[in-house]
């Protein structure tokens, strides 16, 4: 199984930036295409960025040009900078993993979900 831990959130103001990691264990995740996915209260996980083994990164449209994500294979980290944020990035930031087929990326995950880790921002 893969053990997933997120970390780096918090209370900012708008305009402001955060670092989130996510430690991932196993070969599962080495070897898979990584994602960020958020939610929002009342809402579901949406998949908001994701990066393959080799770095080919996507993103979805409100976080284009202001998140990053990024890993570090040798030490089984993603992470996800995350800069200029805004109150509506408010929500609970979860990793898990990523599929892609033919360019496209697609939501999907290890079977288990990590406690995630909550990013407020205040106007």
């Known amino acids: 199984q893969v053990q997933l831990v997120e970390s780096g959130g918090g209370l900012v103001q708008a305009g402001e930036s955060l670092r989130l990691s996510c430690a991932g264990s196993?070969?599962?995740?080495?070897?898979?295409?990584i994602g960020w996915y958020r939610q929002k209260t009342g809402n579901y996980r949406e998949m908001i960025a994701g990066?393959?083994?080799?770095?080919?990164?996507n993103y979805e449209a409100s976080v284009e040009g202001r998140f990053i994500i990024s890993r570090d294979n040798a030490k089984n980290i993603v992470y996800l900078q995350m800069n200029a944020l805004k109150p509506e990035d408010t929500a609970a930031y979860f990793c898990?993993?990523?599929?892609?087929?033919?360019?496209?990326?697609?939501?999907?995950?290890?079977?288990?979900w990590g406690q995630g880790t909550q990013v407020t921002v205040s106007p």
């Open positions: 990066i393959t083994v080799s770095g080919a990164t």
């Open positions: 898990n993993a990523v599929a892609v087929r033919r360019g496209t990326f697609y939501p999907a995950d290890f079977g288990s």
């Open positions: 196993g070969l599962m995740f080495s070897g898979n295409a």
